[in-house]
């Protein structure tokens, strides 16, 4: 049993009288050397500490300091006072038997050089500076109540920003009543679905039942939907996007989920007649159209495809983020609701919550209202689309028989491969330190339609430097032209 | 049927020739003004639309502007085209029969000139320059990674700052890889009892089964654990916390979710006895406490109680946010997670999404390691302890009968009324144009001990010039010590 300063100090170990005699309250100092004392088994269970008058004593404080010491180890249980017994560590605060190592982050297995995954905008192109003067123009003009309990709908002046901004590029049609502001699309989707879990109110009846998604999409979209506890129907695809008059074969089906402006991943807008077709299924069944609007600017041909929202926003719930332009960084994204969800999906997000960084919100609204929003999203899609033409050039100069698809929008290129080469082909861009994907890992799992084989490469991804490099490393992985036959596979 | 520019001019009715003559593109406000026509009922489905030529001619515009016009709303539904019928407007672009007018948001029924309701820091203290200047530094010094795809944890940089920080204030035993970044405490208890619906891994598991609250408590956050299928059993309060040693008869409980360093809302930290019994009951029951350390800095009297996390690190769940300090505008919490929970937390979380926006976490891990965060609290804490004294001061001067209770800590007071007196009370407050809450209002469905009356005064909300007003007014709302008889009820 340490009686003294002396042994108390061995058993810490530590530089407690350095600590001691510098800046900060010397109070606060020796806690957390007795506290990490305790905690390593340094001062083990029973263990009988000096009184306090000695402690002081020996290490030059006011008895009051350590005596408060002692009160507040006390207090948190580290240490027990009993009258008679003197201060001793508590049995409880041993360490833990079983103080297991945590496990780190799972990596990728391979580092790639070359990074043409889809679905992220090139990182390095995020308009720091005209940000950066949204947010002090934004934080300097906010009324104290900004930092305050916000409107879970959202910050007005973002709402307000997003009305004019759509309606005037996407051709929605939208009030901010309408407007709910989340953190993203997979939040968007689990507000929406979440209310279908019986608690939310009308707009969860609503949704209560099976729901058609595309044959391919992002699998964790469709996860988000299974793990609402709605099963997923998949349309097939063909050259004029998903098959909606097959909606009509399912009688129970609560809604469907797509991508008009550009089928993620096999690329093209949705036929016109079928733009009015899955509107009219929806009003005539009673059902919801979800329109992922996920790179809706980004389109080199022409003007971009209005989203179908405009065609009947009582019918439509249209979602959009800023995870394309400008980064995935700022967490912010919105859903235009018809007017029966909005209150179910406020219930889903909950009163108390605003969810998003209003910060960011105040800074995003300044950045659209300001202009920079179009002005970046003109400079990237310049960016992309020349990024677009190199692709097509060197795959029709140095391997014609491959076709790039989808290429008229977005940020990725699906490359059509021969059936039954596409494993091989994504094996290859591996060796070549590529990491990319083929059209098989976003495929759901019931789809009937025929398998296509293809790799989706996302021209956006590499730093600017980076992308010459990225696209000669891809050439070397594709499989030659020989390869069209089926029996060159192994 | 129009067939020149005159007919179908008058029809839209607008100013489009104004703005085909200014800048922009004249397409692109062609087919804005067509597709408003046809949705505001301007153009009638089925109606025809003169040929592209004349409308051109008409108008001044190159053909191909018209015609491509033309085909973007065919190919958005809008128009349909047909060989030998010309160009007519669609069926099913018709508006929709009921377009309904969005419900305003609910607002409070009477507004408050003061308000003391609890919860909330005060928002003109927010440090608008100090903060931006971390935004401004850790923008200005961000990897270019950083606009990439997040970390579904959180940035290391934070969690790094945050391993610092909570050791060193709140006496957590933490490191980076045990915490998880997340939007704030409500969003931090849906990723841990989501996981518990089946899907989610380990953890999932360990949390199915009811769940131990505090009988007084935020009510939404029972609404969160019962919303995720989650019942909840109230314990009992005495003024040393609550009685855990009813966690033993309630055999199938997974967990117990506590205030440990101040009660909410009665205030007042868990006995050192009770916090080592807790531990001992989560470790031979292998249940979970979930610790909810919502304003663990703001201690008056003495040096902070540190957290019961510290005593069991895998048996506990930290909880904390900036809610309290800086602001809730700013979308950050944090999980100090036992490591067997970590993988089933992100499994939650979704690996797609940072939900946090990556700016805030940089911006806070710079306040953090720059003193910024400290600078902060120390000067809220020394404001808020001055608005304490305050209103102690004048309840013991004009109104002694009534005592505030839980003032050691925290941004609020209870002043207990006798029995059956707060109903009357609260409205008296109302009627003084004071918004505050009742206890009652934080009392458990299930809760069998007996109720508590008393007023929950949020000192912190005010704005330092309101704050005066209001506790004036708070005065007069009060019941006179004659009231303290039953008999004086209506």
């Not at 300091?65 to 009258?83: C, K, S």
């Not at 209150?343 to 659209?368: H, M, N, P, W, Y």
Request: some cysteine; glycine content about 10%.
């Amino acid at each position: 049993m340490p009686e003294s300063w002396v042994n108390l100090a061995e058993r810490i170990g530590s530089d407690l009288y350095l600590e001691l005699s510098g800046p900060g309250s010397r109070r606060a100092v020796l806690i957390r050397a007795l506290r990490d004392a305790v905690r390593e088994g340094l001062l083990a269970p029973g263990t009988r500490l000096p009184p306090y008058r000695s402690l002081a004593a020996d290490l030059g404080l006011a008895r009051n300091t350590v005596a408060d010491a002692y009160a507040e180890l006390v207090a948190e249980g580290w240490l027990t006072a009993r009258q008679g017994s003197g201060t001793r560590v508590a049995e409880g605060a041993a360490p833990p038997p079983r103080a297991r190592k945590p496990k780190p982050a799972p990596v990728p297995p391979i580092p790639h050089p070359h990074n043409l995954r889809q679905g992220v905008p090139e990182a390095a192109s995020f308009p720091r500076t005209a940000w950066l003067a949204a947010a002090r123009r934004s934080l300097g003009a906010a009324p104290d109540e900004v930092f305050g309990p916000g409107d879970p709908r959202g910050r007005i002046e973002l709402r307000r920003a997003l009305t004019d901004y759509l309606t005037r590029v996407r051709g929605v049609r939208v009030d901010p009543e309408r407007i709910v502001v989340c953190s993203g699309f997979a939040h968007a989707l689990r507000l929406l679905f979440d209310g279908s879990r019986g608690a939310g109110g009308a707009g969860g009846a609503t949704l209560h039942g099976p729901f058609a998604v595309e044959s391919y999409g992002l699998r964790f979209h469709t996860d988000i939907l299974e793990g609402s506890g709605v099963r997923t129907v998949p349309l097939d695809l063909d050259e004029q996007g998903a098959l909606v008059e097959q909606l009509a074969e399912e009688p129970r089906l609560r809604g469907v989920l797509l991508t008009p402006a550009h089928q993620f991943p096999t690329g093209g807008p949705l036929h016109p007649a079928r733009r009015a077709a899955v509107i009219d299924w929806a009003r005539t069944s009673d059902g919801l159209v979800v329109e992922d609007d996920y790179d809706g600017e980004f389109r080199y041909d022409r003007v971009p495809v209005g989203a179908v929202q405009g065609l009947d926003p009582e019918r439509v719930v249209y979602l959009g983020s800023v995870s394309k332009s400008p980064s995935p960084a700022v967490r912010v994204g919105w859903m235009v609701l018809p007017v029966r969800l909005v209150d179910s999906v406020l219930a889903a997000k909950g009163t108390r919550e605003s969810s998003v960084s209003v910060l960011d919100q105040l800074t995003l609204a300044d950045f659209i209202t300001s202009g920079q929003y179009d002005r970046h999203i003109r400079r990237m899609r310049q960016r992309y689309r020349l990024r677009r033409d190199r692709l097509v050039t060197a795959l029709a100069e140095q391997a014609p028989h491959i076709a790039a698809t989808g290429v008229a929008a977005g940020l990725h290129a699906v490359l059509r491969l021969p059936p039954g080469t596409e494993a091989s082909a994504v094996k290859a861009a591996s060796w070549q330190g590529i990491a990319l994907d083929g059209l098989a890992g976003f495929r759901h799992p019931r789809a009937s339609m025929p398998a296509r084989d293809g790799l989706v490469i996302g021209y956006s991804t590499p730093a600017e430097h980076a992308y010459g490099a990225a696209v000669e490393a891809l050439l070397r992985a594709l499989p030659p032209s020989t390869a069209d036959s089926p029996t060159s596979r192994p």
